[in-house]
């Protein structure tokens, strides 16, 4: 049984003509969300493979989130900026980019996986923001909610931004490290945005109420992410402890 699963997901999961894929079910999200909790905290690996996987994990990353932003950049041209129910799920390139984008929110599992392998913990707000993402993902693709394309859109742009950030960190060049705060701030503007044009340019009857219903679930997720992100960045940038130095007698 457990191979057919699995069999099930390696012929549907790039199977975009099939009329019944796996990846339209609501396994998909619940098999990976498994996968990521059951993942072996305790694992390590060589550090030279750590290291060099780390920097191929960024690299990657930082490519897919730059192609899927220019992509939905040229559509926007050619298609024109349109707030219409189903619109852009008529053209197959955007069906591509956002189906490949969903998939990326799997892969994205890799980056707590990272952190476990380097003997860290990740922090809750990781941890939520990986889960929902993969469960809202999900929905918005199987059910063609148009309004994916902003979330989309603006994400990819920050997720290029971030991944690049990383991989400049990993590769010791530190005169990047003084952006740390504006990505995050870049998450909070991001997490908006996508929830103000979404909510309000696709409000019924531009948009099905089924699909509206999708979207305020989606935004749902992406206002406890707001909350958690806010809450980082207070701790980490406006409350710091301060270092009590030692007395010189």
Same mark, same amino acid.
């Given at each position: 049984?457990?191979?057919?699963?699995?069999?099930?997901?390696?012929?549907?999961?790039?199977?975009?003509?099939?009329?019944?894929?796996?990846?339209?079910?609501?396994?998909?999200?619940?098999?990976?969300?498994?996968?990521?909790?059951?993942?072996?905290?305790?694992?390590?690996?060589?550090?030279?493979?750590?290291?060099?996987?780390?920097?191929?994990?960024?690299?990657?990353?930082? @490519?897919?989130?730059?192609?899927?932003?220019?992509?939905?950049?040229?559509?926007?041209?050619?298609?024109?900026?349109?707030?219409?129910?189903?619109? &852009?799920?008529?053209?197959?390139?955007?069906?591509?980019? #956002?189906?490949?984008? &969903?998939?990326?929110?799997?892969?994205?599992?890799?980056?707590?996986?990272?952190?476990?392998?380097?003997?860290?913990?990740?922090?809750?707000?990781?941890?939520?923001?990986?889960?929902?993402?993969? #469960?809202?993902?999900?929905?918005?693709?199987?059910?063609?909610?148009?309004?994916?394309? #902003?979330?989309?859109?603006?994400?990819?742009?920050?997720?290029?931004?971030?991944?690049?950030?990383?991989?400049?960190? *990993?590769?010791? @060049?530190?005169?990047?490290?003084?952006?740390?705060?504006?990505?995050?701030?870049?998450?909070?503007?991001?997490?908006?945005?996508?929830?103000?044009?979404?909510?309000?340019? &696709?409000?019924?009857?531009?948009?099905?109420?089924?699909?509206?219903?999708?979207?305020?679930?989606?935004?749902?997720?992406?206002? *406890?992410? *707001?909350?958690?992100?806010?809450?980082? &960045?207070?701790?980490?940038? #406006?409350?710091?402890?301060?270092?009590?130095?030692?007395?010189?007698?």
């Amino acid at each position: 049984m457990y191979n057919n699963f699995l069999r099930k997901i390696c012929e549907s999961l790039f199977d975009l003509n099939s009329s019944i894929s796996f990846i339209e079910t609501h396994k998909t999200p619940i098999f990976g969300i498994l996968c990521y909790l059951l993942y072996p905290k305790q694992l390590r690996i060589n550090k030279d493979i750590l290291y060099i996987y780390s920097i191929v994990h960024n690299l990657l990353l930082t @490519i897919f989130s730059a192609f899927t932003f220019g992509s939905l950049v040229q559509i926007l041209i050619n298609d024109g900026l349109v707030f219409k129910s189903g619109y &852009y799920f008529q053209n197959p390139k955007f069906v591509k980019i #956002i189906y490949y984008f &969903y998939l990326s929110k799997y892969y994205e599992f890799f980056d707590t996986f990272l952190l476990y392998l380097n003997g860290k913990t990740p922090i809750f707000l990781q941890k939520y923001h990986h889960i929902g993402a993969v #469960i809202v993902w999900h929905l918005v693709f199987i059910n063609e909610v148009d309004s994916i394309w #902003i979330a989309t859109f603006v994400n990819s742009f920050v997720h290029t931004i971030m991944y690049f950030y990383f991989l400049c960190c *990993i590769l010791k @060049i530190n005169q990047v490290r003084y952006i740390k705060k504006y990505i995050t701030t870049l998450q909070l503007a991001q997490l908006t945005i996508s929830g103000y044009f979404g909510l309000v340019y &696709y409000y019924p009857p531009i948009e099905t109420k089924e699909k509206y219903n999708i979207m305020l679930l989606f935004y749902s997720y992406v206002v *406890i992410l *707001i909350v958690l992100f806010l809450q980082f &960045y207070y701790k980490t940038y #406006i409350f710091k402890i301060p270092l009590v130095k030692p007395k010189i007698v």
